[in-house]
């Protein structure tokens, strides 16, 4: 599990339901109150000094581009987490051009802060249910910007990643897919017969509809194009001969006994199975082993603080 992921997740789902809620409290009381105009209007001049360029204001609250900015970042970040949305789906959704920017400024922020005003005129930042959800908020927030604050100097230096690479370079080799023909017997006789007339020139296709006894009899013994593993645990076997490094394209097998009998394999093609260089693989690599260390330390600091701090779970009490 990614800490960056669920980190940036969490923002997200803080974004979209209270953005408007847990910012700005200190900044309005009940603008569109008209018996408390005056007073509105004297707060918000003695608000702190705006940070960042003014592009909107409502009711003197101001909206600044950097605000927008950040807006539009966490917005474009949540569509990238989305697994319901085609590529191509969430290349349209994204605010990636000046005319996005300004409708979703518009159409969401704008109108966003109108309401957050009315909410607040009409007390309901008062309401106990609110005060809950902006606690809960609040805890979220603060707990996730503690682990930022634990991992944020940890580094994944050259040395490791090599290192990494080095110790798993298997995990960092393509799937390797062949193209598989069998002949399937009742008995080894008969197999090492077959095998014996295809090494003479006898034609593979031809003879797996005669005399295999395989489903795949009926389309000349073709498996099409397939990967270790794929026929399920029952092919163990087959599988290792099939993609033995023994067997290159064009080779034939010699007669080995599986589960449902005795096989004579052909592979007529090999695609995949090429190892990725450590410069292709870097970046994931590195992602991962500092993804794995922020992890390890965060388990850390939980361990360490957890063993001063009174934690008690009522499991009886959960139904």
């Excluded at 960092?172 to 197999?191: G, L, Q």
């Excluded at 939980?302 to 701090?309: I, K, V």
Aim: proline share 2%; aromatic share 8%.
């Amino acid at each position: 599990m990614m800490f960056a992921a669920r980190y940036t997740a969490k923002y997200t789902i803080i974004f979209v339901f209270c953005v408007g809620l847990i910012t700005g409290c200190d900044k309005i009381e009940k603008p569109f109150s008209k018996r408390n105009t005056t007073k509105n209007i004297q707060q918000v001049q003695v608000t702190p000094a705006v940070k960042g360029m003014v592009i909107a204001k409502v009711n003197n609250i101001p909206i600044t581009l950097e605000e927008l900015n950040k807006e539009v970042d966490i917005f474009n970040a949540s569509l990238d987490l989305r697994e319901d949305l085609t590529p191509e789906q969430k290349k349209e959704a994204k605010i990636d051009t000046r005319e996005k920017k300004i409708n979703y400024l518009k159409n969401y922020l704008v109108r966003q802060m109108v309401f957050y005003q009315l909410a607040l005129d009409k007390g309901l930042d008062k309401k106990e249910t609110i005060q809950e959800i902006l606690n809960r908020y609040k805890i979220a927030i603060l707990a996730s910007e503690m682990q930022a604050e634990i991992i944020k100097n940890i580094e994944v230096g050259s040395a490791e990643v090599e290192e990494a690479y080095k110790n798993n370079k298997d995990l960092f080799k393509e799937p390797e897919s062949r193209k598989v023909r069998e002949i399937v017997t009742k008995t080894e006789d008969e197999a090492k017969q077959i095998l014996v007339s295809l090494m003479q020139g006898a034609d593979f296709a031809v003879v797996a509809r005669e005399r295999s006894v395989a489903e795949s009899a009926k389309n000349g013994g073709d498996l099409g194009f397939i990967k270790r593993g794929q026929r399920g645990e029952k092919y163990r076997i087959f599988d290792d001969v099939a993609f033995s490094p023994a067997l290159q394209e064009g080779s034939l097998s010699g007669v080995f006994k599986s589960p449902d009998g005795f096989y004579v394999v052909k592979i007529e093609g090999i695609k995949g199975g090429k190892q990725v260089s450590l410069s292709e693989a870097w970046d994931t690599l590195k992602s991962l082993l500092l993804a794995s260390k922020q992890q390890q330390e965060l388990n850390k600091a939980y361990s360490d603080l957890s063993r001063n701090t009174k934690i008690e779970i009522y499991e009886g009490e959960i139904k």
